[in-house]
Nanobody, 115 residues
Framework: QVQLVESGGGLVQPGESLRLSCAAS????????MNWYRQAPGKQRELIAT???????NYADSVKGRFTISRDNSKNTVYLQMNSLKFEDTAVYYC?????????WGQGTQVTVSS
């Protein structure tokens, strides 16, 4: 079965960096697009970054130029490098795949940006 396991969240100060990882299993990782979403308190979950099987990427305007999504097909892992973090980046971050006509989610990892 599909499993997504995120890691790497934590508490950081504004301007600092974090790298999130998502280990995937249960499907042919290299052939699928992977996504990162986030959900801030009281807000809807939002798509922030996508990487397709060929390595092409797309970003939400809110993170463009600060976040980088990447993948390592040899490790079945997708990453989210987050630089210049802001207070408003505080959220639970989720790895996601749309596969066999449904969404699959990891358990989420908390990122808190606070001084």
């Amino acid at each position: 079965q599909v499993q997504l396991v995120e890691s790497g969240g934590g508490l950081v100060q504004p301007g600092e960096s974090l790298r999130l990882s998502c280990a995937a299993s249960g499907f042919t990782f290299s052939t699928r697009a992977m996504n990162w979403y986030r959900q801030a308190p009281g807000k809807q979950r939002e798509l922030i970054a996508t990487i397709n099987s060929g390595g092409s990427t797309n970003y939400a305007d809110s993170v463009k130029g600060r976040f980088t999504i990447s993948r390592d097909n040899s490790k079945n892992t997708v990453y989210l490098q987050m630089n210049s973090l802001k207070f408003e980046d505080t959220a639970v971050y989720y790895c996601n795949i749309f596969y066999l006509w449904r969404h699959y989610w990891g358990q989420g990892t908390q990122v808190t940006v606070s001084s």
